[in-house]
């Protein structure tokens, strides 16, 4: 009797399409920046789980090369070619050998609790499908891995991985055994890839300040000062408008119309204000009091509150993140006086990003807008840039 599989050749054959379409989509929606180059290589040994094949050979070997792109922090793009040998056992006289060409994904679930340095290590999970060459036979075949690397230095890394694999046998064939082909592989993972590069923040244009004269707060040396406000922008919380020292750069004024950027310096996956440190004994309190100041003196002034997000995570982790950002502003606004209907808040997740200033740590930052009375805040990015 031949066993009935709830995973059909056609039915996988169909998610292999769904995959590389979804693929395909995922990295035009990520910016090329993100997508850098991945290497892994993966030597095993490997052993069947079901006869007829664990009855015709005995352990083997396999080794697989992956060559992918970045997604992101959590996800790697990646095509596989994989041979596996398995020698013949007593009483046989041909040797196994199958060859895999397979597209699919490693996920890294856990990599927004480990340092950015280590984007080649962790734990990670792989799942590949496509076209496996057995003998003289086309076939569908799958595996799933699952590991553990070592970053070793900032471009390489050194693991453990456990795969299983499963090659999908033809109902339809009368001359062949209809069970699949089920293996196991426990080996060691190599991973190649470009080292870290801490992203880009405003202040990596150099530009030269006012002379020391003109700009008491810029060093004699160089720095860089965009908004030339005479604030280097490495202290400067609104480094692309001007604005007086008192308030870090910050024009302090959003009622007058002209929308007012600000770099709050949350942490990363925190919507949590910066609270004072030995190291960094600034907070964006005289910011935000002086904002809350100008609106409480304008009673025609409303001003909406949007957060926003870097690209890491997903977008509606994002949008949700933003949000809880632009609500912890507005809560410490609404602490000083204003009525919550004065300062409404939204968030744009990583969406409406400063373009073209490809930074991480300026995205996640915090607008005031003024909006008219009865008016809501803004929706579309559209509506965001009037």
């Not at 020698?87 to 994904?105: D, I, Q, V, W, Y």
Request: charged share 20%; glycine share 8%.
């Amino acid at each position: 009797m031949r066993s009935t599989r709830p995973l059909t050749a056609r039915v996988m054959r169909r998610a292999l399409v769904a995959l590389a379409l979804t693929l395909g989509v995922t990295a035009l929606d990520k910016p090329a920046a993100a997508q850098d180059f991945r290497l892994h290589l993966e030597p095993a040994v490997a052993l069947w789980l079901d006869t007829p094949q664990s009855d015709r050979f005995g352990p083997g070997l396999y080794f697989a090369v992956r060559p992918g792109v970045s997604l992101g922090r959590f996800v790697d793009l990646q095509v596989s070619y994989a041979l596996l040998y398995t020698p013949k056992a007593n009483g046989f006289t041909e040797n196994g050998s199958a060859h895999f060409l397979t597209m699919g994904l490693r996920l890294r679930p856990f990599a927004a609790l480990m340092a950015p340095e280590t984007n080649l290590g962790g734990f990670f999970v792989d799942f590949d499908m496509g076209y496996v060459r057995t003998d003289k036979l086309d076939r569908f075949g799958f595996d799933v891995g699952m590991g553990y690397g070592f970053q070793l230095t900032p471009g390489f890394s050194l693991g453990l991985v456990a795969r299983y694999g499963q090659i999908v046998q033809s109902d339809d064939r009368s001359d062949q055994d209809p069970n699949d082909g089920q293996f196991l592989t426990v080996g060691l993972d190599f991973g190649f890839g470009p080292a870290y590069e801490p992203p880009m923040t405003l202040s990596d244009e150099p530009r030269e300040c006012p002379p020391a004269a003109v700009a008491p707060t810029c060093p004699p040396v160089a720095c860089s000062d965009m908004d030339k406000d005479e604030i280097c922008d490495s202290a400067d919380r609104c480094p692309t408008q001007p604005g007086p020292v008192s308030s870090y750069g910050c024009p302090m004024n959003p009622c007058t119309g002209t929308p007012l950027i600000v770099r709050v310096q949350f942490p990363y996956d925190s919507s949590d204000l910066p609270v004072p440190r030995d190291d960094a004994p600034q907070t964006m309190d005289p910011v935000l009091d002086a904002v809350a100041r100008a609106v409480a003196q304008d009673p025609t002034c409303r001003v909406c509150i949007i957060g926003y997000a870097s690209e890491e995570g997903s977008v509606p982790y994002n949008d949700a993140l933003s949000k809880r950002r632009s609500a912890a502003v507005q809560g410490y606004m609404n602490a000083r006086g204003l009525a919550l209907p004065r300062i409404p808040s939204t968030g744009f997740g990583e969406r409406c990003q400063l373009a073209p200033i490809k930074s991480l740590e300026a995205n996640r930052r915090v607008e005031f807008r003024r909006i008219d009375q009865g008016a809501s805040c803004p929706a579309t990015c559209a509506e965001q840039a009037r």
